[in-house]
């Protein structure tokens, strides 16, 4: 049979033996193994037909190096190229950056390219 508690009543087990408090300090938990499955790739693009083969490694979620200096006498094939790249990389909410006319990193989602630059002595 259940018993009703009346409003502001609270209904106390009998408790065996000392309260026992567990110290959170001492309890050892594994550190979460690290995500390996992102891979960094060299590439070189010859041609637009190259930009589209990349466009798969963007979406596995590569993170691509991309050397542009074989196509980059011919800006009008470096700016498609270029574009193609940067709308894989907006379809995955990734990251593009130039880190030269000839030179540039994406990054898919959850990778982000800070583009800051370290000077000096650090």
Do not use: H, W
Not at 15 to 31: A, E, S
Request: hydrophobic share 40%.
């Amino acid at each position: 049979m259940v018993s009703l508690l009346r409003k502001g009543q609270v209904k106390r087990t009998a408790q065996k033996g000392p309260r026992k408090f567990v110290d959170l300090n001492n309890i050892k938990i594994p550190d979460p193994e690290p995500d390996t499955s992102a891979t960094v790739k060299v590439a070189e693009i010859y041609s637009l037909d190259d930009a589209f083969k990349l466009m798969n490694f963007i979406y596995n979620g590569t993170i691509l190096l991309v050397d542009c200096k074989f196509i980059s006498s011919d800006e009008g094939q470096l700016k498609r190229v270029v574009d193609q790249l940067k709308s894989a990389v907006r379809d995955v909410s990734g990251d593009l950056a130039a880190l030269s006319k000839d030179f540039y990193i994406l990054t898919p989602k959850g990778i982000k390219i800070d583009r800051t630059k370290i000077k000096g002595s650090f």
